[in-house]
């Protein structure tokens, strides 16, 4: 975990770095259904650490389970690594929860950096004052139980119709959530970075009154301006 | 209706409440697709009263219809008892309006608990800020005649995906709106409340840094840990 | 663009208004999956200007596309006029965005009463803060490239579900978008302004007590007794 | 139940019946997800006899309760009229099966003149060869008390979006099912057949080179070598 | 429209076309939700020729404009060029019919190569048993005013979620319905053949008990074995 | 593999089989929106071995991957023992093929006892033709490329919404498939063998004009005179 990519993608917006992934070919970044539970106060950022679930079957998925610290749920809590984004693979379901507030709080006192799951959540109105940022499908009260059965930790899974493999980096902010694969992260974090900053200021143009052509996208002279008013400004 | 319950379940999460259900073997308890309009001061709590749609025809469905005090969805505002939550079968269809402001307000004078529809709800802004507790699929303008027939009351019916026999106990949070069959209401209640009481405390110990296993669910140590701190406070 | 109709239905609900094109014959007029970005300070109203989308296609819509002045997304936020509704047809489609800041801010400078997409809208966090109203399937980060392709410009469109003319009379409230077709705006503005009026006084009288007999719908007495009030009142 | 009626409905289509519905103000009278299993030796016609579902509950809907003759889907089955059409509400839910082979069979020794539901079948090859026209969601094994709960007999209820009234006249084909109200089952059926024996006359002049316009629909001179040639033939 | 492209596309298959265009960076080709009515004696294959429907509007979508020749579903009818596929734009909306018997039939008769909708088709059962091949989402009864308003002749439009121009060639099979744009259609058909021509020759030996390790892909040595195969059957 | 419980389960409904499981407290094991492709000669049994997919990348999921003879897809059809069924997880997407014609023929020269799949499968037609039972959600010609990476072998899964573990019994008919977990699988088949004559006898006495009540579910005398005929046909 690159500390320096990080802090960048802290202010890159996932409008953003879907445009720059789009670039790059990647075209299914964006996970779908998934939005934050509750105001952020700054965006999710950290490597992904997976869950996966399965249909629950009533003779397996029963309440004593939860006593064995090796259910899988209980145990990727325990384990998901400080700066780390728990990314629960719910098959899209929103019908029941796929936490609630014990478990969210758990992650959080363990320093995990959010919680992201294509399921519901419990307890949605204490999880949404919490201070780390949760993503997920809307609230949702029952117990995981009636639909899911915890197999698998950090393995690759589906979230919101996105490929997730362990170690992507996860981005969230109020528009939703992208995974910005490994390999890609830090360079997409400085150009995202720059592109953000000619943006700003493009916007700015743009609230002056600059047309839409040689504006957005920016023409020569649009970018000499910027380059010039960057160069000013240090 | 026990009065005792009605004061416990505004203090029981559905959260908990679905557990409870789940534990005595009833899956299906949790409305889909149906949230709270507006914030909640304390939770829905009521036995429900129902109102049946089926879907509407052009030559039955008109305006003038309305006029008529035995138009079934009038007389239902008109007839249900204090403290009871009307609930409204839509087929789940979050198309047109179930209901407005002149009838949800018609319920609050009467003394309703609240109202709880899986179709949507016109007026929207109006009805989030009234005192009452309301809870639909979301704003929707169309009136209720573009789709729908008020044909029965309080009949079982369908909500949200779950079966709601007259009487039975509704009960609604910011997750959204549970059904508790009217014979086990009271029992719940009670049970309910002590399990959100014990993991009031296991929460403050998961904030306090410890781990899942034997926290959560409470091994033989913290359960004794708990019964202390309870004798301790009374 | 009549001021006096643009002036009556910044105060008339969506939902007084999809009554009113009910009593008409016009029973699908209220954009379905389209809600509001952000709090409202008024109604949304303005004439409708559109864009029409299909499915992009790899090899014709990829980012160096924008800089043409003549690319359709780019002339229509150019070309709208002033006090007009931008209307985009997504074809239903949540999955990407169909604008941005940068194209939202150029609307409002230009003039246009709002924007109306029934895709989902990037930087929304940033769009729902703006002084300019616009309504949508919901935030969503991919740029529109992914699965937009923009292909006309004021042609009839379907948005939300509901056929759309240029120049049809758009309003927007919190409970969504309706649509009304240009020959009735001036007349339904009137009597859906008169018909608020009248329930503002039927909703006094239901918050005294009244039942719904007699006074929702009024009867006689009911109807003299408001004409009565409004005759005080001038 | 009028014969004439019913032998005019025999030989006229769905298509045809949506039409005449369709002149007369009815727009939703086409049920949506329900198609026939199996082939259709003739058109399904006779007068709704009907059997409302809600959800299942599991403490309700047990294996044993189908011994008590008082079940609402047995008893259904066992007094649907002669003649009828037996259509069963399942809210459109195609998980599970609204009825089988031997509730099938006893419908049809029964004399019923078909089956209509807009949920799944199960045993549906063996239903599929049956001489009852029977139309469904399609095929599903798991027995109906996995969602459903037989709660009403020959009330007004919803099948496939359609509201459906205890004596409307159901009538399907290979197209589907289209519920004509009761009061215009006769008029429509004689319309309908005329109808039809005109479009029979226009489609062999399609098929010998007429253009659409002035053939389809009519103009004058193609009504009159219509009214010509129907006369020629009697 | 070139003949030897359309009699070689006439043996190649859907899926092979889909590989083709997804090595050329195409993923998007393959209408979704559209599939043949009746059984195919060759592939659909033809260019397109579009025509564009938007939601119905009660007031202008009325049974008397189908006497105006100038009406779009039917002009486009009357003007589709011989050898064309006519391809309607129906928004996916499986519920009511795009055409009917008498509207294939003059399709037919004026030499036109097949039909796709992405809407229903009523008439369903006379219009599979039709030389002409048909595709569509499944048979529907109502007419299409119910829904529809044909706006446009010829232009981009989308059909089964897929960009459809004009030109485009439409090839159809069992399998369903792909879009090969227009620049592509004469090389995708010459590779596609070939593709074809090596695979039948793989699946011989894989029908042998080849392993899929070294036959499927093809390595070196079975290429060639094909090679050798094909030059012996010269 | 039990030879005995495999020839039981060939003439066993997957209806019965939902019952049993039902009355085992198993609900949810009839795989959702998965049926055969062609008719079926007898009943898909076997043992489940499974596939799992995942999203697709662009960047890592190009046809070049399949010459890789350890790429999941093709090793798990290379590895599939004889007699078991191959059961692909494809998050329920029927948009793009699981496998085609190739992959099909060489499960079976090995001697699979069938294939399932929740999403689309290629070559549809050619498929259907094969000996070897296969069930999926329905033709699809995309390569599996577009939507799915192939990641785990034999792992626990979803498909069609049920839990699927390795060795699960998998029973397939007309109706679809059921999953048998496998430590039920000879009892259930015993038991539903046993189910199944038992209402062959009271089919026939159904046909003959019996009541329900009595019959089905059969009463004593019932139940008498079945022991005495199968007492008689012994």
Not at 42 to 63: K, M, S, W
Not at 127 to 138: L, T
Request: with cysteine; aromatic share 4%; hydrophobic share 45%.
């Amino acid at each position: 975990m690159n500390a320096t990519t990080v802090a960048l993608l802290k202010r890159v917006s996932t409008a953003t770095l879907t445009t720059q992934l789009f670039k790059r070919g990647l075209r299914n970044v964006f996970m779908q259904g998934v939005r934050p539970l509750g105001g952020l106060a700054e965006n999710l950022v950290g490597p992904a650490y997976t869950l996966r679930n399965i249909p629950a079957r009533e003779d397996i998925d029963r309440v004593e389970g939860f006593a064995n610290p090796e259910h899988p749920q209980r145990k990727a809590v325990e384990n998901a690594p400080a700066g780390h984004v728990m990314v629960i693979d719910c098959r899209g379901d929103p019908r029941v929860a796929s936490a609630g507030e014990i478990l969210a709080t758990r992650l959080m006192v363990r320093g995990a950096a959010g919680l992201v799951s294509d399921g519901g959540l419990r307890d949605s109105a204490s999880i949404a004052a919490m201070a780390m940022p949760v993503f997920c499908s809307g609230p949702s009260a029952p117990l995981n139980l009636v639909q899911h059965h915890a197999v698998d930790i950090n393995v690759p899974i589906a979230c919101g119709g996105v490929a997730v493999y362990p170690g992507d980096m996860i981005v969230g902010d109020a528009d939703g959530v992208v995974v910005v694969p490994a390999h890609l992260a830090d360079e997409i974090a400085v150009e995202g970075a720059a592109q953000e900053e000619m943006e700003a200021f493009l916007l700015t143009r743009i609230q002056q009154g600059a047309t839409l052509p040689g504006t957005y996208p920016p023409n020569e002279a649009t970018r000499a301006a910027y380059a010039a008013w960057k160069a000013g400004r240090s």
